[in-house]
């Protein structure tokens, strides 16, 4: 039983950011084809998405620092966490410019 809570808790971060990944990508794919998004906005959502992951990395190593979270699992969690506020902050910017 040891064993399968070593190897799920090296994989769950895996799993959890892949899965952040996906939707972020999906999600931004449907709604540029839709038309929501314009082409001038491509630099702000790559610069948003990218602070977020830098955010969420430096997050990440407070919060293991501060906790008893292993740094391994924080690392691995804070960057896809911070990705995905990034859309959203990109996303509400964009209903508030739009609406």
């Known amino acids: 039983m040891e064993l399968f ?26 709604n540029y084809k839709k038309g929501k998004y314009k082409e001038e906005e491509q630099n702000q ?3 948003l998405l990218t602070y977020g992951m830098i955010m969420g990395a ?4 407070l919060l293991s620092m501060f906790s008893p979270i292993s740094m391994l699992y924080a690392v691995s969690i804070g960057p896809g966490i911070g990705f995905l506020v990034g859309y959203f902050i990109f996303d509400y910017k964009n209903k508030v410019r739009y609406s």
């Open 58 to 61: 430096g997050l990440g190593i």
């Open 5 to 30: 809570t070593d190897i799920l808790m090296a994989v769950l971060p895996l799993l959890i950011v892949g899965t952040i990944s996906v939707f972020v990508i999906r999600s931004m794919i449907y």
């Open 45 to 47: 959502s790559v610069n």
